[in-house]
């Protein structure tokens, strides 16, 4: 064999090249891990976020005014409720529309001064988001009360239950 600038590879990276490359399966993973951490992080970020400009820039209690009495504590399967009217819910609201992080959203508003049925009190649910399971206290499901589609997203067929805080609710004797 001829030695000569073309023929020594002795010092040529280009036997190490199938080591040195990454297969793609690898980067893929490494993407996902990366983007998963991305969206956790700015989820806790915009939750610290929120509460401290809660404190800082309000005088409401970070929470939004919980409107508390006996009647609208325990509540369990089987109850009567009425639905709080819509003045009165909104005063529970901070700016972010929520109470303790449970969203009252606009397709929810119908529902205002209506008698409705205790479905099922919730203690655990599934954050879809990062699919966690998370606790909870003082939230119930109403009985034939579903979500149908939001006016940003169109009609939905999910049909999933509204998450209702008791604060927003008022039992019937």
């Known amino acids: 064999m001829k030695s000569g600038p073309m023929n020594d590879r002795r010092g040529c990276q280009l036997l190490s090249l199938p080591a040195l490359a990454e297969s793609p399966e690898s980067l893929e993973i490494l993407w996902q891990r990366r983007n998963r951490i991305r969206r956790a992080v700015k989820r806790r970020w915009i939750y610290f976020r929120n509460f401290?400009?809660?404190?800082?820039?309000?005088?409401?209690?970070?929470?939004?005014?919980?409107?508390?009495?006996?009647?609208?504590?325990?509540?369990?399967?089987?109850?009567?409720?009425?639905?709080?009217?819509?003045?009165?819910?909104?005063?529970?609201?901070?700016?972010?529309?929520?109470?303790?992080?449970?969203?009252?959203?606009?397709?929810?508003?119908?529902?205002?001064?209506?008698?409705?049925?205790?479905?099922?009190e919730v203690k655990r649910f599934l954050d879809e988001r990062d699919y966690l399971i998370k606790k909870c206290s003082r939230i119930v499901i109403l009985d034939g009360v579903m979500?149908?589609?939001?006016?940003?997203?169109g009609a939905c067929d999910r049909s999933c239950f509204f998450f209702w805080r008791e604060e927003w609710l008022e039992k019937v004797k």
């Open 52 to 120: 401290f400009s809660d404190i800082i820039y309000s005088r409401t209690p970070p929470f939004g005014r919980v409107v508390e009495s006996e009647e609208t504590r325990d509540l369990k399967a089987g109850d009567q409720v009425m639905v709080r009217s819509a003045a009165e819910i909104q005063q529970t609201l901070d700016r972010w529309n929520s109470v303790k992080g449970c969203s009252f959203m606009e397709e929810m508003w119908p529902y205002c001064g209506t008698e409705q049925t205790v479905l099922k």
């Open 147 to 153: 979500c149908q589609g939001t006016k940003d997203f």
